[in-house]
């Protein structure tokens, strides 16, 4: 009887991890597509709509993340090569 009392704790922690990890797995993401355009204000995004394509920037608006404020650090010296 005692043995079990040594035994099971290790088995439902060694179950419980099993499952963290199984629901991890499923949380990643397929694909990542990250779409920098300078100068491009997020408005312009649902200004330009009528014009897109159904499986191109509406599916990416529908289905995706938009920032609407997002900022990268760079120096001022060169900003168009740093962009390219």
């Not at 079990?4 to 963290?20: D, K, S």
């Not at 990890?21 to 709509?49: C, G, W």
């Amino acid at each position: 009887m005692k043995r079990i009392y040594y035994i099971l704790p290790p088995l439902i922690a060694a179950m419980a991890l099993a499952t963290v990890e199984a629901q991890e797995i499923q949380s990643i993401p397929k694909v990542v597509v990250n779409i920098t355009i300078d100068r491009l204000r997020s408005d312009y995004m649902n200004a330009f709509l009528p014009i897109y394509g159904q499986d191109g920037f509406k599916r990416l608006l529908k289905e995706g993340r938009v920032y609407t404020h997002a900022e990268y650090p760079q120096s001022r010296l060169n900003r168009a090569a740093c962009v390219a």
